[in-house]
Structure formats: structure tokens, C-alpha cells
């Protein structure tokens, strides 16, 4: 029973941490009053990239720092649209993720022949932490996981710090509250939330990457399906700040270890597998009916700014 509990909390823990690059991406994106609906597509971009990029050099890492750039560049994409040209920035997030599909899919098959890569021999590697790696139990599957994991949590608290302890989180927010305000007190509102889209796609596509380098060894069509969208409920969950995030992040991962574990669980004999499958997706679905009333999104948030008006 001990094993399967330490299976379980590793598991979470291991399909919790690209939701929660991409929550904590989502997070600056709308806190600084634009809507990113396109974190879906820059997660199958990042995981694209660096599945391909680990397999042409051998070099995983190299992949991931790429996949963030992939990430990025989306990101300025979706930042031009809804900032410079005030577009819909819903319908410029799902143009993105369209475009991200369709061009990983055409690329998939324009390189590997298929619709999805060989597996990659040349993942990220776990990482041990001295010490706790050898606790009963909980020491391996806790404390000997992918290196992204340990970076989720870094990422937390770098963003907790950057969002509520340094002058420039302090003008995101303004920002997103109160854009007009912001800027009669000199904040260059469409900076900052250039900036902050563009760090969005980065840590999304980074997030992308953690599936494909370090949770499967490949890419397909189905590599993220759905995270993307998982990780906005789990910002929306989190109401909007790093440490909830990653609690609803850590919430969500549990639903999917369930499904990777479902089979070596007893009650498998009195549940339809499929159920295990869909429970990410219904926890969703629960999560945002019983919650989204109740949380309170920035006041600007999803609503071009135009500095002559």
C-alpha cells in the first residue's frame, strides 16, 4: 500500500509540473490584462521543438531552452495581435493554437516520415537529492524525479517573488487592474504586457517540453492533449497568484497519475478504466462551474488597451 501511495505522490508530482509552467505562464499573461487561450498551442509547440532538437544534438537541455524560445515567439505572435492591433484576444489565442498544431503536425511528418517521432533515446535524466532520495518509500519516488520537476517549484517562488516583492510585479499588476491609471503614472502599459505575454509562451513552452523530454520520450498529435487548457483552470482554481497555481497544478497531476496508475489500483475491477482517463478533464469541467464565479480575475483583464481612449 506504502509503494502505491509513493508511486502515486511521484506521479503527481511528475504530471503536475507542466501544468504549472504553462499556469504560471498564463498567470503573468493575465495579470497583466491579456487573455491567453494560446497556452495549448505553445505547450505543443515547446514539446515539438524539444522532442526534435534532443533527438538531431543529443542535448535535452538544449531542446528545453529552445522550446521556451518556441514558446516565445508564439507568445510575440499572440502579443501583437491582441496588444499592438487590440484583435480579440481569444480568437488570436485559438488561431495560435490551430497554428501550432498544424505546423508541428506538418513538420512531424515532413521529418520523421509519421506522426510521431522515435523515441528519445537522449531525455532528461532524474536527478537525486542527496539524502532524501534514500527516505523509505517516499525518498525515490518523491526526491529522485526530472530536473523540470525541482524547477517548477523554483519557478513558484521566482514568481511569487517577481510578482508581490519587486517594483516591476508591482506594475504588472497595476497594469492589469488599471491600465489608464498605470499609465498616467508613466508605466509603459503595452511593455509590460508584451513582456509578460512573452514570458507566458516561454514558460508554456517549457512546460511543453517536460512532457515530451521527460514524462514520454516522444512527440504526437496527442503529446499535450488538452494540458494547455488544464493549466488555464488551474490559474483560474489558483485565482491568479504562483502559489495556488501550483496547488491546483499539484491537484490536476494527481487526476492524471490516477489514470497512469489506475491499472495496479484494486477498485480497477469495479471502474471502467476510461474513467481514470477522463478524471482529468471532468475535474476540470467541476473545478471551473463550482469556482469561476467565485474568483475574481484583474479588472482589465481581456480588454485591449488603447492610450487614446
Given at each position: 500500500m506504502l509503494a502505491i501511495l509513493a508511486t502515486l505522490l511521484g506521479n503527481t508530482l511528475l504530471y503536475a509540473t507542466p501544468l504549472t509552467f504553462a499556469a504560471l505562464g498564463g498567470m503573468?499573461?493575465?495579470?497583466?490584462g491579456v487573455v491567453n487561450i494560446g497556452l495549448e498551442g505553445m505547450m505543443t509547440m515547446g514539446a515539438f521543438v524539444a522532442a526534435v532538437i534532443s533527438i538531431a544534438t543529443g542535448n535535452p537541455w538544449l531542446g528545453l531552452f529552445l522550446a521556451g524560445a518556441a514558446g516565445g515567439i508564439?507568445?510575440?505572435?499572440?502579443?501583437?495581435?491582441?496588444?499592438?492591433?487590440?484583435?480579440?484576444?481569444?480568437?488570436?489565442?485559438?488561431?495560435?493554437?490551430?497554428?501550432?498544431?498544424?505546423?508541428s503536425m506538418f513538420m512531424l511528418y515532413k521529418i520523421f516520415g509519421g506522426g510521431q517521432t522515435p523515441h528519445i533515446q537522449t531525455k532528461l535524466v532524474k536527478l537525486a537529492v542527496p539524502g532524501l532520495a534514500k527516505i523509505p518509500y517516499f525518498g525515490e519516488a518523491l526526491f529522485n524525479n526530472y530536473p523540470t520537476v525541482y524547477l517548477a517549484f523554483i519557478f513558484t517562488f521566482a514568481a511569487w517573488l517577481v510578482l508581490y516583492k519587486t517594483p516591476f510585479g508591482l506594475r504588472v499588476r497595476a497594469v492589469g487592474e488599471h491600465p489608464l491609471a498605470a499609465d498616467t503614472v508613466g508605466i509603459n502599459v503595452f511593455l509590460i504586457r508584451y513582456i509578460c505575454v512573452i514570458v507566458s509562451g516561454v514558460l508554456a513552452g517549457i512546460g511543453g517540453a517536460a512532457v515530451s523530454i521527460g514524462i514520454i520520450a516522444e512527440f504526437t498529435e496527442v503529446t499535450i492533449a488538452g494540458q494547455g487548457f488544464i493549466a488555464l483552470a488551474a490559474m483560474i482554481f489558483g485565482k491568479w497568484t504562483p502559489w495556488g497555481a501550483l496547488g491546483a497544478c499539484i491537484f490536476f497531476g494527481a487526476a492524471n497519475a490516477l489514470d497512469a496508475i489506475g491499472q495496479s489500483i484494486g477498485m480497477i475491477r469495479y471502474v471502467n478504466p476510461a474513467f481514470f482517463s477522463m478524471l482529468p478533464y471532468l475535474l476540470t469541467i467541476i473545478a471551473l462551474a463550482g469556482f469561476i464565479g467565485r474568483a475574481n480575475a484583474p479588472a482589465a483583464d481581456g480588454k485591449p488597451y488603447d492610450k487614446g481612449h
Open positions: 503573468f499573461s493575465e495579470r497583466s508564439l507568445a510575440l505572435l499572440h502579443a501583437v495581435a491582441s496588444v499592438t492591433f487590440r484583435a480579440d484576444q481569444v480568437v488570436s489565442g485559438v488561431a495560435i493554437n490551430f497554428m501550432a498544431n498544424g505546423f
